[in-house]
């Protein structure tokens, strides 16, 4: 297989005081194209952050982990991600909340709310009234969920 050549990066400036360094590729991309990718890579990023989650959990779940010959999911991800114990748990935990509340779980999917956003309310759900976040209510904090947006 041949090797690909690294493009040499191309220096471009919005003004004299702030350069900005672009591939060459990237140099005639005009702004609104590049609104376009940094939204559609982000929403991208959710989705496959999503995916990674619920494939997580299914490792979990249907304990694929011992078929690999770990002793845990925390040895897994570890082994595989780098994953810190907390990360893991956290990341299991989102997960399994995710299949309770399907509103929630599409619009992370969507990309419409964020990572650290999914997993804030996952804790508040779990922690139940005994979280800080539970009576914020709308003054800013992370709302405790209504019944029905448990259901689509």
Known sequence: MAECATPEAAPVSTTPETPIT???????????????????????SQRARYEHIFYLRL?????????????????????????????????????????????LAEAFKRGEIEYSKVREITRVVDAGPFHPAYRLGNRGGVARPRPEAQHP
Request: aromatic fraction near 10%; hydrophobic fraction near 35%.
């Open 59 to 103: 490792v979990d779940v249907r304990g694929v982990y011992t078929l690999e010959k770990y002793s845990g999911m925390v040895h897994y991800c570890e082994a595989l991600f780098g994953y810190s114990s907390r990360m893991t748990k956290d990341l299991l935990r989102v997960g399994e909340t995710l299949e309770r509340f399907p509103k």
């Open 22 to 44: 672009l591939m060459p590729i990237q140099a005639g991309i005009d702004s609104k194209e590049i609104h376009r990718r940094a939204v559609g890579s982000y929403t991208t």
